[in-house]
């Protein structure tokens, strides 16, 4: 009888870690979630943190003054998404009748203005079902020509201090593997491996090593790319930055382990925690510098109703 006991304790055991290996995470439902932290109806999330007191503590960071471009060019030669477009148009604008012979030019950009590039994604940009960030409903806030709440033009001038997590380095790499998922202890023994750990309000990011691809493997940098997972973004989201970002397409592993996820750490930041996220940033010269540190600036483009912004951050020491 014991035996029999036995054998019926170790199956249900069993069966019951079969179930649990095959649950995938689930998003919070909306009563889970909202209000955000910083109040019903807003609409800054993590830009809230950003104030004088801020901008000075990223201000006495600088000790050298030497400055690192963070941003992609702009070109048609780029990665993007599957959709999307860059093209530039130029156009011979003026060519005045005066005795000093003033010619002009211009140009005509045709794009995502929001998702390309070095790209900056507020709140707009990613949904749970049909809700947004603070619980917004698509159908009250989306119109034809832009978001009425939630858009980009809301975020402003951001300057706090920046913090890069070289994980590439820890792992011993130039360039992580394209299935690598950066777990949360990557992120820790990274940043015990820099004598370094995050405050709130940090704009946090991650060297992937995956950028050394940008305009040299476009399919291969697009079509996939380490990135954090589920654990390591909600470990993140309990540190309070402001920002997150990296050196790869979307910031998490793509396309994710798990196949019945899509994407889930732009939800838990943008959607579930109300923090922005930065894509396609150029960090390689930070990680050759090991500068690992700085004041970071970056201002999105004042898109009325846009979901993000092609940006070009730049880092201060």
Known sequence: M????????????????????????QPPADNQRCPSKWGNGDQ????????????????????TGETFELGRVLSESMPLSA????????????????SNHRGSNEELVVAEMGQVGTQF??????????????CFKLDDIASRTGFTKLGVENVGALMTRGVMIDVAVLKGMEMLPNTYEITAQDLQQALTRQ????????????????????????????????GIGVAAAEWLARQDPMLVGSDNTAVEISPNPD?????????IMLVINGIHLLENLK???????????????????????????????????
């Open 2 to 25: 014991r035996a029999t006991m036995t054998l019926i304790l170790g199956a249900v055991l069993s069966f019951g870690s079969n179930i649990a290996s095959a649950q995938s995470w």
């Open 44 to 63: 800054r999330g993590s830009g809230n943190h950003m104030k004088p007191e801020t901008v000075l503590r990223a201000a006495r960071l600088i000790r």
């Open 83 to 98: 959709g999307r477009r860059f093209e530039v148009l130029t156009k011979r604008s003026r060519m005045d009748p005066g």
């Open 121 to 134: 994604d507020t709140f707009s940009h990613q949904m749970i079902g049909t809700s947004l960030y603070n």
């Open 195 to 226: 004598k370094l750990t995050l405050q709130p309000g940090d704009g946090v990011v991650i060297h992937t090593g995956w950028g050394k691809l940008w305009g040299k493997e476009n399919a291969r940098y697009q079509a996939g790319s380490p």
């Open 259 to 267: 196949s019945r996820l899509a994407g889930p750490v732009h939800q």
């Open 283 to 317: 960090l390689d010269e930070l990680a050759a510098r090991q500068v690992y540190e700085f004041a970071l600036i970056v201002e999105p483009l004042k898109i009325q109703g846009g979901t993000g912004s092609t940006v070009a951050p730049i880092a201060i020491h």
